[in-house]
């Protein structure tokens, strides 16, 4: 059975810095990545990597988060620095999915999310 556990979210003031961490169990070798959904929004794309390292983000994060994995641990990460009031989210951690970057009814196994709220 594929689990995700997410962990790291919280409240940061905006400029700020978060660091999100997933570990995964049941599944290795895999593109993991994040997908974020702000209040009354759809949940959308944030970034990818591949079992290799192969990295993909989406246009709204590109330079301020940064996505990485410790293929030992089955784990991957996201820095996120610069922090804007409109990253508020939950986050979500995907796994186990074929375009890149990924849809979300690509997605077949998700976290339950973190929350991050940026405050100004």
């Known amino acids: 059975q594929v689990q995700l556990i997410e962990s790291g979210g919280g409240l940061v003031q905006a400029g700020g810095s978060l660091r999100l961490s997933c570990a995964a169990s049941?599944?290795?070798?895999?593109?993991m990545g994040w997908f974020r959904q702000a209040p009354g929004k759809e949940r959308e794309f944030v970034s990818t990597i591949s079992w290799r390292g192969g990295i993909y983000y989406a246009e709204s994060v590109k330079g301020r988060f940064t996505i990485s994995r410790d293929n030992s641990k089955n784990t991957v990460y996201l820095q996120m620095n610069s922090l804007k009031l409109e990253d508020t989210a939950v986050y979500y951690c995907?796994?186990?999915?074929?375009?890149?970057?990924?849809?979300?009814?690509?997605?077949?196994?998700w976290g339950k999310g973190t929350l991050v709220l940026v405050s100004s």
């Open positions: 995907a796994t186990n999915y074929r375009r890149i970057p990924p849809v979300e009814n690509d997605v077949n196994y």
């Open positions: 049941g599944l290795n070798t895999d593109d």
